[in-house]
């Protein structure tokens, strides 16, 4: 594989190094396609933070509902996402009102409608535990439609998809019915993303079985637990087709299928397909007859096909099973996947090692040569110094979201002049916790020449990401986690997305990372595009800030009072706010007409507890914070 704007060492017989890293994770093959439910631990860890914020009038956000189960996806984002012409928009999530084993779990739904979101909830639409839910609208029936999964609490098997449809827009009344065939000895259909195509829905998702047992695998093709898809006309309402094979996908390159490991997307009669997994090629698959006839194109090819265990002894690039397809206004298809590296040297057992320091957002453009890829964002340099500060332990397996690299879950949309926007989560290198991890945020790269250049242009001395890399979350709030992002199709003079915000690191493991249990947030932020086009955008990086350089606080640590010093180009009024790791607010104070040059803004918290405070000095849409040390 070919990889263009990032300068790559050889790595024919050693791992790619970041950041002067080179451990690798073993984890069980079997981990890529089974998913055991985990055991009930309850740690309560409430979300924090506000209702609804503004950054600097540039982009909005607000909670709009809440979960105890933070697992999204297990790689590729879901469209969680609507936005309608007139201004309404329609969200889903998973959601679950109680810990695990989540019994409550289901599809979460919220509407905005045109002045206010409903009411932040828990609770599901459906009649029954589920979980993973896809949105579409159809404007033929003006129907909104969420599919979601079941698989009954405690078992593990796989239920079969439940399609919950409800006419017209915003509050209503749903209703659920079983789809796609399920046989009582052969598992249901998992993890499925649907798209709308004229009078279709297509479905991708994994004939499979979540229990760590499955004693029925379902095998077509060859191929076991595979990804199948399925068609269903509107107008008949009736599956043209159901749990099929695309062509193409056999046992010649697939042993087998993976949760999430796949995204789709439709527009006009235009349908598109991208698969991928740690152990299989990158493969789109495109239909210009609303599914009816498929193509296929193997991107980058795995080199071992069918890949089992015990043969792969040097190091591979693959990816990470995190794929998002989006169409383009001409019906081409831009793809992008997070990057690993893999390598299998234990002949003795059916396990792997990868290397999770090895990251970076990959896209390929339909219409171009396949060895044309391009790396378009890593992890960001936020404090502009040259060099990725990640703590000591930021690789900890309870920092992760399965085996999911550092940068992954890109969720892109295309705007009506063709602009090309990618969002994804990535790790914040001075955002790191104080068991030596770093929180996750959520970035921006965008390209206005239809994929040919990125904002985040790669410097090919250093390796190092220049200013058009936009953290759109970390202004939020800090010591906050923000993962699983999926940015809306229609782009309306603003960008539109939703995403989930964490007090914890990392995915609820009850072995690895029982602390991950709590009620976290959905969110919903919308952008003004002209800002990020000017580079005004509130959580651009630092370097772009001409206004005002914040610099450490002193004595630090200290009792009581301290004095920040800020350097200051021009006169300006000042806010400068202090909370805590739990992000409460303890001090907050303007500062007016503070001077150009060099000033020291006194403070005092008086009688605080000691610990880790976190500072930050805001003005004129700008907001930069730092660490301080109460004694």
Request: hydrophobic share 35%; with cysteine.
């Amino acid at each position: 594989m070919a990889l263009t704007a990032f300068t790559l060492p050889a790595i024919a017989q050693s791992p790619l190094k970041w950041n002067g890293d080179m451990s690798s994770v073993k984890v069980d093959r079997v981990q890529t396609t089974d998913r055991t439910p985990q055991s009930p631990v309850k740690v309560v860890a409430p979300a924090t933070g506000r209702t609804q914020g503004s950054l600097g009038k540039k982009a909005n956000y607000w909670v709009i509902g809440q979960t105890k189960n933070d697992q999204q996806s297990n790689a590729s984002c879901y469209r969680h996402t609507h936005v309608f012409a007139d201004g309404k928009v329609s969200a889903t999530w998973t959601t679950s009102a109680d810990e695990s084993p989540y019994t409550t779990r289901g599809a979460g739904y919220n509407h905005f409608n045109g002045t206010a979101w409903g009411a932040v909830s828990s609770n599901r639409i459906e009649p029954e535990r589920t979980g993973f839910p896809c949105y579409v609208y159809n404007p033929t029936t003006n129907e909104e439609i969420i599919t979601s999964h079941v698989v009954k609490a405690g078992s593990g098997i796989a239920g079969g998809i439940l399609m919950n449809r409800k006419t017209g827009v915003g509050p209503g009344t749903w209703t659920s019915n079983l789809v796609m065939d399920t046989i009582p000895t052969i598992p249901g259909v998992l993890w499925v993303q649907t798209a709308v195509s004229g009078d279709y829905l297509i479905a991708i998702g994994s004939y499979t079985d979540s229990a760590s047992a499955q004693p029925n695998r379902v095998t077509l093709g060859g191929v076991r637990t595979p990804q199948v898809y399925s068609r269903y006309q509107f107008s008949t309402n009736k599956w043209v087709v159901k749990n099929q094979l695309l062509p193409g996908y056999d046992n010649s390159r697939v042993y087998a299928g993976g949760g999430d490991n796949y995204s789709i997307d439709a527009k006009g009669s235009n349908v598109a397909i991208l698969m991928g997994g740690t152990f299989d090629d990158v493969a789109l698959w495109k239909s210009t007859d609303a599914g009816a006839t498929w193509s296929k194109t193997i991107i980058d090819s795995f080199p071992v096909p069918a890949y089992v265990s015990k043969k792969l002894l040097d190091t591979t690039e693959t990816n990470d099973g995190a794929m998002n397809v989006v169409l383009d206004n001409n019906g081409l298809a831009h793809c992008f996947w997070g990057r690993r590296l893999i390598m299998d040297d234990d002949t003795t057992d059916d396990s792997y090692s990868y290397f999770p320091s090895v990251n970076g957002i990959i896209y390929w453009k339909e219409g171009t040569p396949t060895a044309d890829l391009q790396v378009v964002a890593t992890l960001c340099d936020e404090n502009t110094n040259g060099t990725n500060d990640l703590s000591a332990s930021w690789n900890d397996v309870s920092a992760r979201y399965g085996s999911l690299a550092i940068t992954t879950m890109p969720s892109a949309t295309v705007g009506p002049d063709g602009t090309i926007y990618l969002s994804y989560s990535s790790l914040n290198e001075i955002d790191g916790s104080t068991d030596s991890k770093n929180f996750r945020d959520i970035y921006l790269v965008y390209s206005r020449d239809n994929g040919a250049t990125w904002s985040s242009t790669i410097d090919k001395t250093n390796s190092v990401l220049s200013t058009g890399q936009i953290n759109l979350t970390y202004w939020i709030e800090f010591n906050t986690e923000q993962v699983f992002p999926s940015v809306a199709s229609l782009v309306n003079n603003k960008l539109h997305l939703t995403y989930m915000h964490k007090t914890s690191i990392g995915r609820y493991d009850a072995t690895n990372n029982p602390s991950a249990v709590g009620t976290h947030n959905i969110c919903y932020m919308n952008i003004d595009t002209a800002s990020i086009f000017a580079g005004t955008f509130t959580g651009v990086e630092e370097a772009s800030n001409d206004l005002f350089v914040l610099g450490q606080n002193y004595p630090n640590p200290f009792t009581g009072a301290t004095v920040i010093p800020v350097s200051i180009t021009r006169n300006t009024n000042v806010k400068v706010s202090v909370v805590d790791l739990m992000g409460k607010e303890i001090y907050s104070e303007n500062f007016k007409n503070i001077p150009a040059g060099s000033n020291n803004l006194n403070i005092n918290l008086g009688n605080v507890p000691s610990g880790v405070y976190i500072y930050s000095i805001e003005a004129d849409g700008f907001k930069t914070a730092r660490r301080m040390l109460v004694d």
